[in-house]
Structures are given as C-alpha cells and as structure tokens.
C-alpha cells in the first residue's frame, strides 16, 4: 500500500507558472523500480486524463501531448517525492491535479493509489 499526497496547486495567470509536488509513503518503506508516480487531471464535466508520469527505477518520463514541451517531471531530493512543473499554462489547464501511483504505465483503471487532489485554475 502506497498512500501518496499533493501539495501545490493554485490560481496563476495564462502563462504564468506553478509547481506540484506528490509524495508518497510506501508501508514498506520502498517503491518498486517498476512502479511510477505521476499525475492526473480532472476538469468538470471531463474523465480524468493522464499528465505524465515518471517511472521510479529508470527514471524515464512520459507525458500527455497537450502537455509535453511545458510541464517537466523530476524527482525531489526529499524522500519519495515527485515534481510536476508546469510553464506556459493555459487556461485549458484548468483542473482538479492528482497524484497517483502504481505500476508503470500508469492507467486511471489500474490506479488503487490516488491523492486527494490539488486544484489548479488558469485565468485567461
């Protein structure tokens, strides 16, 4: 079991920037190299939809299309803890951000390890 939560998130203008932060505290004091953790995001009236995610022993990334070029995942010095930078938001970007993780690829079906989510809104 892997508990994971957010912190970050708020109200920026088009263009601006924010910075997401997800950590997760494995009962067993580890994540598999096969896992990943990565983010989600949910705007009403829409599916939740994948971010990105990065995977916990090679450290590769994947992103969505309509993110990649803008938002950079990366591994924080402290503990279990995962970044999702975001550059050059869009008001489109406008969501409810979860933290997920799992086994890698991570799927919305597969995950059994959500956080509680963190709103990011971008005005126009």
């Known amino acids: 079991q892997v508990h994971v939560a957010e912190s970050g998130g708020g109200l920026v203008q088009a263009g601006g920037s924010l910075r997401l932060s997800c950590t997760a505290s494995?009962?067993?004091?580890?994540?598999?190299?096969?896992?990943?953790l990565g983010w989600f995001r949910q705007a009403p009236g829409q599916e939740r939809s994948l971010v990105g995610y990065l995977r916990w022993g090679p450290r590769t990334t994947y992103y969505a299309e309509s993110v990649r070029g803008r938002f950079t995942l990366s591994r924080d010095s402290a503990p279990f803890t995962v970044s999702l930078q975001m550059n050059d938001l869009k008001p489109e970007d406008t969501a409810v951000y979860y933290c997920?993780?799992?086994?890698?690829?991570?799927?919305?079906?597969?995950?059994?390890?959500w956080g509680q989510g963190t709103q990011v809104t971008v005005s126009s």
């Open positions: 494995p009962a067993s004091g580890r994540i598999l190299s096969s896992w990943a």
């Open positions: 997920a993780a799992g086994p890698a690829p991570l799927e919305a079906g597969r995950i059994r390890n």
